[in-house]
């Protein structure tokens, strides 16, 4: 019985012993992580705060990485931002130095005095209200561009622009008997030249503005809009004659293009000097580079709209039927506007820089007899 008595303390014993060593084993190891923590750098705080921040937004739920998402959206803002200013002050410098940057500061500074995105929304206005009935005519009366409906709107609208996408809505209503070709040809043609008419008006009321100079009324109206109908005719006419040179070869692809450019700033710059009102010391020197813009912006314009707007037709017309179609060729008017605009303020800014403006104040009877 003692001996057992014995026994049983030395097994309690060898517990107790090992008990406290076990816990004293993670004491040691923990003041060795804190011992040696990096110096401080401020790029490399950064850098792990950015792989901290994407860490977080892999593993995290949607409710989590929004804030982050949202946080880096910000932060890419300000510096984008902070870069254009920049950049802009850098020009800004460089404007006493640069005759070209100075005349581009110049021209976007008149551009917002004049109001430029204001006229040019008055004039697209005014252009898609054109387009309807031309295009009306040309397809219900006179069956020129029946087929639309089964080509592609990037066909269309590489063979007549944004005219031909337009004619895409108007091919399914082709055909009728002749008395109805005939009216609708009245009411078209009708149609047609009052809204000729107001486009005319319009780009004379911006052109008045933007020189700061008298409209004069408007001499044989009716000859000045059967000129403007007949440009347009032209014009269409000219992008089937590029189209047939591009596919050629490279060399007639080349011409194609310098006539696509030089063509119609002719035209602008016949306009400008014949309909346009403007200074009368103004001579075709001084419209040059606003024809040139007007030439090479209708180019990029026309590659604009085979690429982006003929592909913005599809997709809005199949959800949104004809209204999507009339959305995509109103933001098409605004950018011809735009462009319009663009030449003017251009010519009138760089005229400006070497002569005195005149200090004259359009009345409203002149608007409304331009």
Do not use: C
Request: proline share 6%; net charge neutral.
């Amino acid at each position: 019985m003692s001996a057992a008595k014995k026994k049983t303390p030395t097994k309690q014993a060898a517990p107790t012993k090992k008990a406290p060593s076990t816990k004293k084993a993670p004491t040691k190891k923990a003041p060795t992580k804190k011992a040696t923590p990096p110096p401080p750098d401020d790029t490399e705080t950064i850098d792990a705060t950015v792989v901290d921040v994407g860490t977080a937004a892999v593993g995290a739920t949607p409710e989590e990485s929004e804030p982050s998402r949202i946080a880096r959206a910000k932060a890419l803002a300000e510096k984008l931002k902070a870069r254009g200013l920049d950049e802009y002050d850098h020009l800004q410098e460089r404007r006493e130095t640069s005759r070209t940057i100075d005349s581009v500061f110049t021209a976007a500074e008149y551009d917002e005095e004049v109001g430029g995105g204001i006229l040019a929304a008055a004039v697209a206005f005014r252009l898609f209200l054109f387009m309807v009935p031309f295009v009306f005519v040309l397809v219900v009366v006179f069956g020129i561009g029946a087929d639309a409906a089964g080509e592609s709107s990037r066909s269309l609208a590489s063979s007549a622009g944004a005219i031909g996408l337009l004619a895409k809505s108007f091919a399914s209503v082709t055909g009728g008997s002749l008395w109805e070709r005939l009216v609708a040809f009245v009411v078209g043609s009708f149609a047609l030249f009052l809204t000729t008419r107001s486009a005319l008006k319009v780009l004379r009321v911006a052109s008045g503005l933007i020189w700061d100079v008298p409209i004069p009324k408007l001499e044989r109206p009716a000859r000045a809009t059967g000129i403007f109908i007949a440009v347009i005719i032209g014009a269409l006419g000219l992008i089937q004659i590029i189209g047939v040179l591009d596919g050629i070869s490279l060399i007639a692809g080349l011409i194609a293009t310098a006539l696509f450019i030089l063509v119609p700033a002719g035209l602008w710059l016949l306009f400008s000097l014949r309909a346009f009102p403007h200074p009368e010391e103004a001579g075709w020197k001084a419209m040059v580079p606003g024809a040139l813009l007007v030439g090479v912006g209708l180019q990029l314009l026309h590659i604009f709209t085979v690429l982006w707007i003929a592909r913005q037709v599809d997709s809005k017309s199949d959800t949104y039927g004809a209204i999507g179609i009339a959305l995509a060729l109103l933001f098409w008017a605004y950018l011809t506007g735009r462009i319009f605009m663009a030449g003017m303020v251009l010519n009138a800014a760089h005229w400006y820089r070497s002569h005195d403006r005149p200090d004259s104040e359009l009345q409203p009877d002149e608007i409304l007899d331009a």
